[in-house]
C-alpha cells in the first residue's frame, strides 16, 4: 500500500474509480467517478433512493463496493480501512448516541476511543464549541433533535479528520445550528482538509461548496447551472 504521506501535496482527498455497489439484484451505484482535492467540498445532491447515502458509507468503509477501487488522502478503501476511519468522519442522518448517557459521557467515550490524551479538557472544549455546556451532564434521551446534533456535531470536532462526510448535515437545525456546521467544514478544509455534503436541498450551505454533482440512479452527472468561483463559494451559471 503506497504511503500516504509521501507527497501531500499531490494527494488527492478522495480518488474513486468505478465505484459499484449492489443490494440483491439491485444496482445503488453504477461505476461511481469522483475525485476530489484538498480544501474542497463537493456538494452531492439527488432523489430518495439515488445512492447519495450509499455512496458515503463506502468512502467511510461502512460499506464495501462490490466493484471498483478508491483512496482517502492515499489510503485504500478496502487495504486501508483502518487508516481511512482514522482521517474521516461520517455524520449519518441520526446522531448514533446512547441515549443513557449524558452529552459529556457520550464524548468522553468517543474521546477515549480515539485514544486523545486529556480528554476531559478536549471534551469540554468540544462542549463550548457547540454551545452545549449548561447541558452537559444531562442524559441525551431528553435533548432535541438539533441538541442531539450539536452533539454528534462535537464528538467529529474532538476526531479533528481530515475529510468530513456530511448525510443531510443541516437536518433539525436552527441557524446557530446551520452556522455551526458550516463553521466546520470551513475549518476542516482551510487546514488541507476536504468534504463531501450529502443534502436534498445545499441552500444553506452552498456558500461554501465549491462543486455540486448529482447524483441519478446510481450515477454522478455534474451540475451545468452551477459554476466554481474563487474562495470558497459558487456562482450560478445563466
Excluded: C
Excluded at 20 to 25: E, I, L, V, Y
Excluded at 57 to 76: K, M, Q, S
Excluded at 116 to 122: E, V
Excluded at 133 to 140: G, I, K, L, M, P
Amino acid at each position: 500500500m503506497r504511503n500516504a504521506e509521501e507527497n501531500p501535496s499531490a494527494t488527492p482527498a478522495v480518488s474513486l474509480h468505478e465505484i459499484a455497489r449492489r443490494f440483491g439484484q439491485r444496482w445503488a451505484l453504477r461505476g461511481i467517478e469522483l475525485e476530489i482535492a484538498p480544501g474542497e467540498i463537493v456538494g452531492i445532491v439527488g432523489q430518495n433512493g439515488s445512492g447519495k447515502s450509499t455512496l458515503l458509507r463506502i468512502v467511510a468503509t461502512a460499506l464495501a463496493p462490490n466493484r471498483g477501487e478508491g483512496r482517502v488522502f492515499g489510503f485504500d478503501l478496502r487495504r486501508g480501512a483502518q487508516e481511512v476511519r482514522g482521517v474521516s468522519a461520517l455524520l449519518g442522518p441520526t446522531p448514533g448516541l446512547y441515549d443513557d448517557l449524558s452529552a459529556r459521557e457520550n464524548l468522553l467515550f468517543a474521546a477515549r476511543m480515539r485514544g486523545i490524551s486529556d480528554p476531559r479538557a478536549a471534551v469540554d472544549e468540544a462542549l463550548g464549541q457547540v454551545g452545549l455546556q449548561s447541558f452537559a451532564d444531562e442524559r441525551v434521551r431528553g435533548f432535541s433533535s438539533g441538541m442531539q446534533r450539536r452533539v454528534a456535531l462535537a464528538r467529529i470536532m474532538l476526531q479533528r479528520p481530515r475529510l468530513l462526510l456530511l448525510d443531510e448535515p443541516y437536518n433539525s437545525f436552527d441557524v446557530e445550528g446551520v452556522a455551526l456546521v458550516n463553521r466546520l467544514l470551513s475549518d476542516v478544509t482551510q487546514a488541507g482538509g476536504a468534504a463531501i455534503v450529502v443534502a436534498h436541498d445545499l441552500a444553506r450551505g452552498d456558500r461554501l461548496v465549491h462543486r455540486i454533482e448529482e447524483m441519478r440512479a446510481g450515477t454522478l452527472i455534474p451540475a451545468p447551472r452551477l459554476v466554481v468561483s474563487t474562495g470558497l463559494g459558487v456562482g450560478r451559471g445563466a
